[in-house]
């Protein structure tokens, strides 16, 4: 079944994340702009590289290694990206929530887009990065980032002067699961459309419409990942016009440059590899 309007809850999804690696812990946060955290493994005989694709978020990704330890502050991609071919490594990872009102002091959230910055370059925390890349226990490091994560988080959203316009941008892109346009968000906030674009953009680090055609992959990417392969078959048009998009054309197209492959091909590799069993949610 395709997921409803009232359903709509956009938890950001890296597939290729846990289909590369050996195993994927998650917890789910989806509080204080984090949408949750992740742990991973990438054994030798897995050969295939982890692959980034467009979330609208930005993740902070430490290796916990005993030689050659680092962290670094991911922006979304915009494109089907290989990030990462190391092996036989321990990964811990945070993923924030889309749009999360979290900010860096040294650094802009377009800067961000498509880049990685060494963790220690902008958040200067020399304790708490030794204290997470020193261990593998998941649960201790969820608690030390959380410890001191929340003072940051607090204060971010103190200084943060468009707060309050930028949640009622955010729901509203978020409730209609980026079927927007920046004309209908300019009426529902009473501002001009070059302000809300302005905003948005210095705020995040994206167009609102860059923004909203990001959202509308993800929300496509959950109803696939909830499909059993037959019902996709037979829902596929269903599937394109709900996901906001024209036409089956439409929705292929942008699913291709998004994911280098086509929603068919995408549903057979899930099946293929059992995805949904891979996934460890604690």
């Not at 991911?74 to 071919?85: A, E, P, Q, R």
């Not at 925390?125 to 607090?154: A, G, H």
């Not at 291709?256 to 949904?276: D, H, V, W």
């Amino acid at each position: 079944m395709i997921l409803d309007s009232d359903d709509i809850v956009i938890s950001p999804k890296q597939p290729y994340f846990l289909l590369g690696t050996s195993y994927y812990y998650k917890s789910i946060i989806m509080n204080y702009g984090i949408s949750h955290f992740y742990c991973f493994q990438k054994d030798a005989k897995i050969e295939s590289p982890i692959v980034a694709i467009p979330d609208g978020c930005f993740d902070i990704l430490f290796l916990c290694d005993e030689y050659k330890p680092h962290a670094y502050v991911c922006g979304t991609v915009l494109h089907y990206k290989s990030i990462l071919n190391s092996k036989n490594k321990y990964f811990f990872g945070v993923r924030f929530l889309p749009g999360s009102s979290f900010k860096f002091k040294d650094v802009t959230m377009s800067e961000l887009v498509e880049n990685e910055v060494p963790f220690l370059e902008i958040i200067k925390d020399t304790e708490l990065f030794e204290k997470i890349v020193s261990s593998r226990n998941f649960n201790y490091q969820i608690q030390i980032f959380m410890d001191k994560y929340l003072k940051l988080y607090n204060y971010s959203e103190t200084a943060n002067k468009y707060k309050d316009l930028n949640k009622i941008i955010m729901n509203n892109i978020m409730e209609t699961a980026g079927q927007i346009r920046v004309k209908e968000l300019a009426e529902v906030t009473g501002y001009s459309d070059r302000y809300i674009t302005k905003v948005f953009s210095e705020s995040f680090g994206l167009s609102p419409k860059v923004f909203c055609k990001l959202i509308r992959f993800q929300y496509l990417l959950e109803n696939l990942n909830n499909f059993k392969r037959e019902m996709f078959y037979k829902n596929f048009t269903d599937i394109s016009i709900k996901s906001g998009y024209y036409d089956q054309s439409h929705m292929i197209k942008d699913f291709y440059e998004f994911t280098n492959t086509t929603p068919s091909k995408y549903m057979n590799y899930l099946q293929k590899t059992e995805y949904k069993n891979k996934l460890i949610i604690i």
